[in-house]
């Protein structure tokens, strides 16, 4: 383990947060708001301890797989406990666990919430809270490559370790080109959306917000009944679009921008995406039109659901727990299934699903036909047995964590339905769940410990578990 290359880049990822904070901390000097002492003081901070772990550039500058997990998993951790601080010195969040299981749902997109009153909340410290969305939809290590000069080398496997999926590759010969163009895309779109919001005659920080969200695939809201407070059948389309679109591969658009629109149509897990979303929509619609009375109502709920549902976001313009069981089961369903790879949304991702599925299939064939041949495909490609393998341990931790942290919550003896779903939102970074902590609820009932271990999802959840639990392995450790 080369701990002087980890610290130095830790320290520049500090340093990277503190730039990262100027922005809510200008916000709240132009609102005349005092949360600006909270930012100055923990954007202090983290420069003196951000410089002081950079100050020399390390002699081996070697990097490896266990080296880009474990920069990843604690770089993670680090930026969250940072990250509430302002929470914690201006009062707003008092508390530090609360303030941590916020920052975290923040950075991981996740959009579970512990807060009664968000109104009440100060412009700096609302920006900062969405803003954390933002950064962490594409990485926050992604953005440090981005605009730190480093060897590809060292670069691809912090990548790996970071950008959700089952394969991460590069775009273009560098990895920190790559980077550049990822984060590239991302803010045009972005942009895009603020622009359509503010046509809309949304505010023009609530637009910036709502944007913010809807990029990261993160969903905290504003005001306390989320998009549904603007009651605006436009702001749901349009919201409910980007979020499908964020939910894509980013890869997709490069093709698109370089002309390669076969490689687009050709996408198997698009089709799947789509598919899945155009059926769950339907469905939906159909079981709930007796309760709105009609069909473009219906569809206007259940296609703003999915969308939100399904890339994990978490915006929410109905009250789904009080749609019917059916309903509420396929928006479970998708819960897990969660968006594309190499998008900003959550879940076990389509091409997960899709690769399982079919290696399913595949197996039950060969019962039936034991002398038969036939390979595993995705994407026209023959899937290797890494991968294969990759995905199957995935899946077995995936199914641990989630058993394990449902015997955690049940100790608190909230309703079961209320803890599982609670555990399917924060380690599929969803956020809204059903029971205490549905659409029109929060996690504020949960004691600490399961805050803990829901904070302890999520980062899971977004980092796709490894990174995390190579923390807690003695072999991470050794210095060979």
């Known amino acids: 383990m080369n ?3 980890i610290l130095y880049i830790i320290g520049k990822l500090l340093t990277v ?3 990262l904070m100027i922005l809510p901390f200008i916000t709240a000097l132009i609102y005349q708001e005092k949360g600006y002492f909270a930012f100055g003081v ?16 390390p002699k081996d500058p070697s990097i490896f797989a266990k080296e880009g997990l474990f920069i990843v998993g604690v770089s993670w951790i680090l930026l969250s406990v940072f990250g509430a601080l302002p929470f914690v010195i201006s ?6 666990t609360d303030a941590f299981f916020e920052t975290v749902s923040g950075f991981t997109t996740t959009g579970a919430s512990i807060l009664n009153d968000v109104e009440s909340m100060s412009h700096g410290m609302l920006f900062w809270r969405s803003f954390t969305h933002w950064v962490g939809g ?3 290590l992604v953005f440090v490559l981005a605009i730190l000069p480093k060897s590809d080398a060292q670069n691809l496997y912090i990548m790996k370790a970071e950008v959700p999926g089952p394969a991460c590759g590069k775009l273009v010969a560098r990895v920190r080109s790559t980077a550049i163009i990822l984060y590239g895309i991302y803010l045009v779109m972005t942009v895009v959306l603020i622009l359509l919001l503010i046509a809309g005659k949304m505010p023009v920080f609530d637009a910036i917000l709502h944007a913010f969200g809807t990029a990261g695939t993160g969903g905290f809201g504003i005001k306390g009944t989320s998009i549904g407070y603007y009651d605006s059948a436009y702001f749901d389309a349009v919201i409910g679009i980007f979020m499908i679109l964020f939910g894509i591969n980013f890869n997709l658009y490069f093709f698109l921008l370089i002309g390669d629109i076969a490689s687009v149509l050709k996408s198997e897990e698009l089709r799947w995406y789509l598919g899945i979303i155009g059926v769950s929509v339907t469905l939906i619609t159909i079981n709930i039109m007796p309760q709105y009375h009609g069909v473009l109502k219906s569809f206007r709920y259940a296609f703003f659901q999915v969308a939100s549902i399904i890339t994990t976001t978490g915006y929410t313009t109905a009250d789904y727990s009080a749609w019917p069981g059916f309903s509420q089961t396929i928006l479970v369903t998708i819960m897990f299934v969660g968006a594309m790879a190499g998008s900003t949304g959550g879940g076990i991702k389509v091409s997960r699903v899709m690769i399982m599925i079919k290696d399913a299939i595949r197996g039950l064939y060969k019962m039936i036909y034991p002398r038969s041949v036939r390979s595993l ?3 026209g490609k ?11 341990c995935f899946f077995t931790a995936y199914v641990m964590l989630f058993v394990f942290s449902i015997l955690l919550l049940s100790l608190d003896q909230h309703d079961h339905v209320s803890n599982a779903t609670a555990v399917t939102a924060c380690i599929n970074n969803i956020g809204p769940a059903l029971g205490v902590c549905g659409p029109m609820g929060n996690y504020a009932p949960f004691s600490n410990l399961s805050k803990w271990v829901l904070s302890f999802d999520m980062l899971a959840g977004r980092l796709e578990i490894f990174p995390l639990l190579m923390l807690f392995s003695p072999w991470a450790y050794r210095r060979k």
Do not use: Q, W
């Open 3 to 5: 701990y002087s290359m």
């Open 17 to 19: 947060e503190a730039g």
């Open 42 to 57: 923990t954007i202090l901070l983290l420069l003196v301890l951000g410089k002081l772990i950079s100050l020399r550039r």
């Open 91 to 96: 009062g707003e969040i008092p508390h530090f």
């Open 138 to 140: 594409m990485g926050v």
């Open 377 to 379: 495909k995705c994407e």
């Open 382 to 392: 023959t899937v290797d047995k890494s991968m294969l393998s990759g995905i199957h």
